[in-house]
């Protein structure tokens, strides 16, 4: 057995980083391997993603188009139903929330992954097709949520 203090690195997986503007004689001395002058070889001289040296950037100089409707989106948080096998009796929005499932202010939307067990009176926001069938297939209620 090895002791902790004799853990080494495997032989050759690690290098020595190179100490650049050490003088002439290291190679890598004079402008660092940096070039010559510029913003790029000064003291903290980075610029930002997209910048164009002051030239108007390539994504201001393309037109926009199109529309989203990202923020007024109804957004759901999916259930499969092999999730509400965990689920006894009436599975509405505050027993999801119970069981840590879904967030507080969650949309529900139940999806047919998986196959229901037993019989189960569901009330969510909203139900794919197939789940709604296999709900009611297993003797349970599927009801939407207003």
Known sequence: MSLLSKLAPKEGSTHYKKRVGRGIGSGLGGTSAKGDK?????????????????QT???????????????????????????LNNMSGVVDVAALYKAGYIQKRDRVKILAKGDLKKALTVKAHAFSAKAKESIEKAGGKAEVIK
């Open 38 to 54: 510029g913003q790029l070889a000064r003291t903290g001289g980075k610029v930002r993603r997209g910048f164009e040296g002051g």
């Open 57 to 83: 950037p390539l994504s201001r100089r393309l037109p926009k188009f199109g529309f989203t409707n990202a923020a007024f989106a109804t957004v759901y948080t999916e259930i499969n139903l092999s999730t």
